[in-house]
């Protein structure tokens, strides 16, 4: 029956859609709140038309119950939100970064809207997720991401049961890299902090009259600022390269 209502063609535009429009619902860049559905839909539909007479001899035959429909659309779905999500995750690490230099550099209380993560965050947080996507667009990184996803069917077959507890796994431990990576991010931020909370310590103690976090609040945010310009560089490239090389994992050996 199934057979009969969905043609071999249009059920493999139909799978590669699947996969390609889960993947970008959640991509960080195309899965954004202030990104037009229509430009989602659009891009998806493209990178399909593109990909299914390529991927038409991988694709398994049209299954002749509904329920197996069902599983094999779900298996497609899990598998595009895996990919986008780990772009998403590794991303993350910029407001981690961006959060921990917030409470050294006296931004702490300075709250935006976070489009990225469509929730409020620091003003570094925001400021970091923005330019690291700008830089990930700037240099061409993104078509990683959209070649992962493409590349993604000779590391996932369609129609094969996914591993789910090996997703689980590679996804816990993108999680916990990514938060690493913020950490190391703002290592120069805690470093400076330490050493400034320290010397105000010694301040209060040598001269108690003197209110010192009064005093001291625009230091931290002069101080904040230069540390931020010598160290933004380097750690923006930094991330640029483990952006690339880790969703690299998902691109197939030429």
Excluded: C, K
Excluded at 110 to 119: E, G, H, K, M, R
Excluded at 186 to 206: D, E, K, S
């Amino acid at each position: 029956m199934l057979q009969e209502l969905l043609p071999a063609e249009v059920f493999v535009y139909f799978l590669v859609f699947t996969r390609v429009g889960a993947a970008l619902a959640v991509m960080p860049g195309f899965g954004e709140s202030y990104v037009s559905p229509r430009i989602r839909l659009l891009i998806a539909f493209t990178m399909t038309v593109v990909l299914g007479p390529v991927l038409e001899s991988n694709m398994p035959p049209p299954p002749a119950q509904a329920i197996s429909l069902v599983l094999l659309v779900g298996g497609e779905m899990i598998i595009g939100f895996f990919i986008g999500g780990i772009a998403r995750v590794i991303i993350s690490s910029l407001a981690t970064a961006g959060t921990i230099l917030g409470f050294y550099a006296g931004f702490a209380n300075a709250l935006l809207f976070n489009p990225l993560l469509s929730d409020t965050g620091g003003l570094p947080a925001v400021f970091l997720s923005i330019l690291g996507m700008l830089l990930i667009f700037l240099t061409d990184t993104h078509h990683v991401m959209l070649m992962a996803v493409a590349d993604s069917y000779t590391l996932f077959i369609p129609g094969a049961v996914p591993e789910f507890g090996d997703l689980a796994d590679t996804f816990a431990r993108f999680v916990a890299q990514s938060f690493l990576l913020g950490f190391q991010i703002a290592t120069p931020f805690l470093f400076v902090g330490i050493l400034f909370y320290v010397g105000l310590g010694l301040l209060a103690r040598l001269n108690p009259q003197l209110p010192v976090f009064f005093v001291a609040l625009p230091v931290q945010i002069w101080i904040g600022l230069f540390v931020m310009l010598i160290a933004f560089p380097a750690g923006l490239l930094w991330f640029l390269n483990y952006f690339g090389s880790n969703m690299g994992r998902f691109l197939a050996p030429v």
